[in-house]
């Protein structure tokens, strides 16, 4: 992700981003790989803090498109409809991504209503500000507006 003004390197992080009427997430990593990851965890905020679930279970995911901004929709889309259909929430990501192609493991555990309190569902990541391109600092950025 470049580096800081010690020469460190900056940090992995996710954010949310103002938009009218959905949420607008972004990852923002060193690699294309771990902007996706904190893409990943920026949708799961959107519903949970993701420090509060617990990686017990791991899910493969793969996934494949002509390029890195459809690969980032259908690799968001594929968590969220894991999610949906396992009744999972996740909180830790790997990715891998060779030309077209997106591997990865998702670790997560089922969702207990009761005890997680989720603030919303999410519908699905749609291609309203769809981007993921280098930073003027060498990082990579991933972001989207995801439906809730």
């Known amino acids: 992700m470049g580096s800081d003004e010690?020469?460190?390197p900056a940090p992995e992080r996710w954010e949310h981003f103002r938009h009218v009427a959905d949420v607008g997430i972004r990852g923002l990593g060193s690699t294309m790989e771990h902007a996706f990851e904190q893409a990943a965890l920026a949708l799961t905020a959107v519903i949970i803090e993701p420090?509060?679930?617990a990686c017990t279970k791991e899910f493969r995911i793969e996934c494949e498109a002509p390029d890195p901004e459809l690969?980032?929709?259908?690799?968001?889309n594929a968590l969220v409809f894991r999610m949906a259909v396992e009744r999972m929430l996740f909180?830790?990501?790997?990715v891998r991504i060779e030309g077209e192609r997106l591997t990865a493991s998702a670790w997560g555990e089922p969702l207990d209503p009761a005890?997680?309190?989720?603030?919303v569902e999410i519908?699905?990541?749609?291609?309203t500000a769809l981007r993921v391109a280098r930073n003027t600092d060498g990082g990579w950025l991933?972001?989207?507006?995801?439906?809730v």
């Open 123 to 127: 519908k699905g990541a749609t291609y």
């Open 51 to 53: 420090s509060r679930v």
């Open 91 to 94: 909180g830790r990501f790997r």
């Open 115 to 119: 005890r997680h309190q989720p603030a």
């Open 6 to 8: 010690s020469g460190k």
């Open 142 to 147: 991933a972001q989207c507006v995801v439906d």
């Open 71 to 76: 690969l980032l929709a259908d690799w968001l």
